[in-house]
């Protein structure tokens, strides 16, 4: 078994430590378009879907999450490598994207969005007039 040290690790966890809790981590996110959606997944293991908050204002969807510590009130902390506290990102959507029928779901820590693209983005068959030949030629 290899094992490695980090030393900027130890160094950021003693500062943490030393000055206080640093800033939660953005949540990290995969997006994708599958047919007439778009979606997105958000990873937020540990987060409690009570404590979860989305809104879209405009073209602008935010997502609000928090991840409070397992710990009681007055534990020593011996090991606190996982991060808490409020989690934010903000996507910025396009006209495209219907953004009155967003569906959200949370399983197994995964934050799911499935924003539909809205009918006027969707491609269409424009139908051709027929005309004669004649007509075309002038």
């Known amino acids: 078994m290899l094992m490695r040290t980090d030393p900027f690790r130890d160094l950021d966890r003693l500062a943490q430590q030393v000055l206080g809790s640093a800033r939660p981590a953005a949540m990290q996110m995969d997006a994708y378009r599958s047919g007439d959606d778009f979606i997105v997944h958000f990873d937020l293991p540990g987060i409690d879907p009570e404590t979860i908050d989305l809104d879209v204002e405009r073209n ?5 999450a928090e991840r409070r510590s397992p710990a009681p009130e007055g534990a020593e902390m011996i090991v606190a490598e996982r991060p808490t506290g409020t989690f934010t990102r903000q996507l910025f959507l396009g006209d495209t994207l219907d953004t009155e029928r967003v569906e959200a779901s949370y399983d197994a820590g995964v934050l799911t969005l499935r924003i539909p693209v809205a009918e006027q983005a969707k491609p269409r068959r424009i139908q051709i007039s027929g005309g004669s030949r004649k007509q075309l030629d002038r």
Request: glycine fraction near 0%; hydrophobic fraction near 60%; charged fraction near 20%.
């Open 60 to 64: 602008v969807l935010n997502v609000r």
